[in-house]
């Protein structure tokens, strides 16, 4: 089991519904990441939660919107997506800024 | 310039053969370096953390790092079909956030039987 969790697995929402992608961690981390993942392309880190600081990607639009209530929990709250949406969407722990990070299983989103 | 760059492959290899994956990152300040293999439709999984220059060695895997020449590369001995899968180069990005990590392109590995 792994100690990063993510729910839902899988979400279909259309265009004009308001979700939410939830994220765990057990792992006693420090930081917790969300990161995209587009068909065929490369990771592109979104949002960055650390005990010090919240860090964005500048190119994230509005519409993706992150919350982090506590060190181990993670959410990215979604409303009026597009299409071009449609991706995997990662998230990940580190404790601190030389370790490794670890993935949860992913929210494959598709938006129709 | 990319902060972390590899050739996106594929690269190709008969089983039993060594797989050499190669990346090169740009902030000298980065300290430490992950290797990750990808399934298709799955997350990234860890398999080597390397934080000093010369190689580490895990099973059939070695992980090796130039911070002089800013490179690190990954060898797998007696590669295995299973072991295809597209593998991601990581290193922390000190100039852009505390808590960045940066990923590669990744490198797609096909090992034929």
């Known amino acids: 089991e792994t100690g990063v969790t993510q729910t839902p697995r899988h979400l279909v929402m259309g265009m004009t519904n308001k979700k939410s992608l939830k994220c765990e961690q057990h792992l006693g981390h420090n930081a917790m990441y969300w990161y995209k993942q587009s068909a065929k392309k490369p990771l592109e880190l979104m949002f960055v939660y650390s005990l010090e600081e919240r860090v964005e990607n500048n190119s994230v639009p509005s519409r993706f919107s992150p919350e982090c209530p506590n060190s181990s929990h993670l959410f990215l709250h979604l409303h009026t997506l597009q299409p071009e949406d449609s991706a995997l969407y990662l998230c990940?722990?580190?404790?601190?800024?030389?370790?490794?990070?670890?993935f949860g299983q992913g929210t494959r989103l598709t938006v129709v | 310039q990319k902060e972390v760059e590899q050739n996106s492959g594929p690269l190709s290899v008969p089983e039993g053969a060594i797989a050499s994956l190669n990346c090169t990152y740009s902030d000298r300040g980065s300290q430490s370096f992950f290797w990750y293999r990808q399934y298709s439709g799955k997350s990234p999984e860890l398999i080597m953390s390397?934080?000093?220059?010369g190689d580490k060695e895990d099973g059939r895997f070695t992980a090796q790092l130039n911070k002089a020449s800013q490179y690190v590369s990954l060898l797998i001995r007696d590669s295995q079909p299973s072991d295809s899968a597209t593998y991601l180069c990581a290193a922390p990005g000190t100039r852009t956030g505390f808590q960045k990590l940066v990923f590669g392109t990744g490198t797609r590995l096909l090992v034929s039987p």
């Open positions: 390397i934080y000093s220059n």
């Open positions: 990940a722990s580190r404790r601190d800024l030389n370790t490794e990070a670890f």
